[in-house]
């Protein structure tokens, strides 16, 4: 779905996957999915299949659905024709299909105002990580919404080296959206390929909550060489140190004025009271 696109960085997501991420997003009526790397249409099929036959929606229902709650982009000409031949197999002719890289349309998908947002990203695009796919996929939902995506255990790494932006997008996406599951897929799922594959589930828009689990992930980790905290305290961070600390926020007015923090430490109180406030 990108002009970069490579052949071989093609993987078709089983359709037992596509399944698992609508049984994930709880797809309901009131879900708005989007997927901008539609591929032959996977994700959004299966999504309208779990509104098709479901018992217990009216044929009013179900066709209002299927007009107005169903977006994709895909930018591979071959991979667009039987997306939307995929489409019309499964009983939706009018689904909003764009033949285009989806960044070049990053701003008019947020327009749709979707909900749900699915992806299994390119694993071998010259011009963008997988992880920005992501980013992309996730900021063009609204806030409060659930995305799902699959992508290789590599992108998501130390161990890519093909593209040199990959942790700063890592850490603009913890920044702006909230990690809330991940799950490591067998070895052959894509057989014959052997990717490695995980699948992640973010809540959009969290920024607050998602900071302070992003600086909990890397004081543990500094604290294997640094005594940051004690050792017994690191299984009950979050009451011994994180709200320890928070409960100082409603004391402080950042408004009016400015606050050091002398001898911090680890970051305690101060960053945490800076990540609250911001």
Same mark, same amino acid.
């Given at each position: 779905?990108?002009?970069?696109?490579?052949?071989?960085?093609?993987?078709?997501?089983? +359709?037992?996957?596509?399944?698992?991420?609508?049984?994930?997003?709880?797809?309901?009526?009131n879900s708005?999915?989007?997927?901008?790397?539609?591929?032959?249409?996977?994700?959004?099929?299966?999504?309208?299949?779990?509104?098709?036959?479901?018992?217990?929606?009216?044929?009013?229902?179900?066709?209002?659905?299927?007009?107005?709650?169903?977006?994709?982009?895909?930018?591979?000409?071959?991979?667009?024709?039987?997306?939307?031949?995929?489409?019309?197999?499964?009983k939706?002719?009018?689904?909003?299909?764009?033949?285009?890289?989806?960044?070049?349309?990053?701003?008019?998908?947020?327009?749709?105002?979707?909900?749900?947002?699915?992806?299994?990203?390119?694993?071998?695009?010259?011009?963008?990580?997988?992880?920005s796919?992501?980013?992309?996929?996730?900021?063009?939902?609204?806030?409060?919404?659930?995305?799902?995506?699959?992508?290789?255990?590599?992108?998501?790494?130390?161990?890519?080296?093909?593209?040199?932006?990959?942790?700063?997008?890592?850490?603009?996406?913890? +920044?702006?959206?909230?990690?809330?599951?991940?799950? +490591?897929?067998?070895?052959?799922?894509?057989?014959?390929?052997?990717?490695?594959?995980?699948?992640?589930?973010?809540?959009?828009?969290?920024?607050?909550?998602?900071?302070?689990?992003?600086f909990?992930?890397?004081?543990?980790?500094?604290?294997?060489?640094?005594?940051?905290?004690?050792?017994?305290?690191?299984?009950?961070?979050?009451?011994r140190?994180?709200?320890?600390?928070? +409960?100082?926020?409603?004391?402080?007015?950042?408004?009016?004025?400015?606050?050091?923090?002398?001898?911090?430490?680890?970051?305690?109180?101060?960053?945490?009271?800076?990540?609250?406030?911001k």
């Amino acid at each position: 779905s990108t002009k970069g696109g490579s052949d071989l960085g093609i993987v078709l997501t089983p +359709q037992h996957i596509t399944s698992l991420f609508c049984d994930i997003a709880e797809i309901n009526l009131n879900s708005k999915i989007l997927d901008t790397c539609a591929g032959t249409g996977g994700f959004l099929a299966a999504a309208w299949r779990s509104i098709l036959y479901h018992s217990s929606y009216t044929n009013k229902q179900k066709d209002d659905f299927r007009r107005n709650n169903l977006y994709g982009i895909e930018n591979n000409r071959r991979m667009y024709t039987i997306l939307a031949l995929n489409m019309f197999l499964n009983k939706d002719g009018k689904t909003h299909l764009y033949f285009d890289d989806c960044f070049n349309l990053s701003e008019q998908i947020k327009k749709t105002e979707c909900n749900v947002g699915f992806i299994n990203p390119p694993y071998s695009d010259e011009l963008y990580s997988e992880i920005s796919f992501i980013e992309l996929m996730l900021d063009s939902l609204l806030p409060n919404s659930i995305g799902v995506a699959i992508t290789s255990v590599n992108s998501v790494s130390n161990r890519t080296k093909k593209h040199n932006d990959v942790l700063d997008t890592k850490r603009r996406v913890l +920044q702006k959206h909230s990690l809330i599951a991940s799950i +490591q897929m067998p070895n052959n799922l894509f057989y014959p390929k052997g990717t490695e594959t995980v699948i992640l589930v973010f809540r959009t828009g969290e920024k607050n909550i998602t900071d302070i689990k992003f600086f909990i992930i890397e004081l543990l980790k500094a604290n294997k060489k640094h005594n940051f905290i004690s050792k017994s305290t690191e299984n009950v961070i979050w009451h011994r140190h994180i709200l320890d600390s928070a +409960q100082l926020v409603k004391f402080i007015d950042f408004s009016k004025s400015s606050l050091s923090d002398l001898g911090s430490g680890g970051g305690f109180p101060g960053l945490i009271l800076a990540l609250f406030n911001k």
